[in-house]
């Protein structure tokens, strides 16, 4: 590892939630480790201290040398026994709730534990707080080549969406505000790489067996980030003079059709693992997308979270951000692309005895 591309932390101690996920995980590692495909070397002595909700496996965080503060992020007391004695430190917030039981939890988990490790964070002499967002404030852009960029308004898509605009909002509120500790805010769209949770897998399974829903023509555009950009572009935004106050948006070089997602992913599996992959026929008319929304947007209103729906919703829409504002700032270069985190994805999974 070239200690060129070392990224100096200067903290004694670095605060970690959302460690028992899928990124949050990959990031422990790397300020523990080091991250190899991203030739990023973390150099600075300091502690790491995460917060996990009660029920999770830590198993990897101790043998790391993590630190665990166990609770809730909604509960004050929690909170602030994390932020204890954590003056000039680094917060890196990738928590979060995805896909709910109810449509309440959005707003419980995203915006008021976002709230409530800021306000605690502030009073502790916490330096920074790094905060992961999504794509899903900004919602779905307006033609396939269109791009977000930082200043896109927002349009949230849904309840997650709504809970993280309001998230970003009151963050925003407080850098307007002269906040004593500096904030930024990254947005990362769709996510891939090793550790995945199932609901990959069964991607990779669907597109196997040919049924994977193409919505409408398939030349909709969604930007993805392979994890270890998406933890080389968080890092830099910890340890970046001149990312405080600034939000980013971190992706791969360029966003990919559906269809080639689909195509990569078979390609993948038929020429680099063997595996029997069959031409993808599972098309449905753009309409179905229109559909799922619709139902989608009536059983949130009424409370009501349904992943399948939601999911089968997004899959006609353009998601897509451009990345110069990463680049130009933080020195951002994405090292993998789709192939190539597809890859080592599958890899991930077939030597981690999940089948596809």
Known sequence: MHHTNAITLNASLVLLTGTTGWLGGRVAAALTSGLSEAECFVAGTFELRALVPAGEDVSRLRELGVEIVTGDIRDMETVRAFVAGAEGAVLIHMAGIIHPKTVAQFEGVNTQGTINLITAGQRAGVRRAVVMSSNSPIGSNLHSDHRFTEESPYSPYMGYGRSKMLMEKALRAEIAAGSPMEIVIVRAPWFYGPNQPSRQTRFFKMVKDGKFPLVGAGHNRRSMVYTDNLTHGMLLAAVHQRAAGEIFWIADEAPYTMNEIVETVGAVLREDFGIAAKPNKFRLPSVVGEVASLVD????????????????????KTIACDITKARKVLGYKPKIALREGMRLSVEWCLTHGQTI
């Open 297 to 316: 947007a009536t059983l949130q209103y009424v409370g009501i979270y349904y992943q399948n729906i939601h999911v089968l919703s997004e899959m006609n």
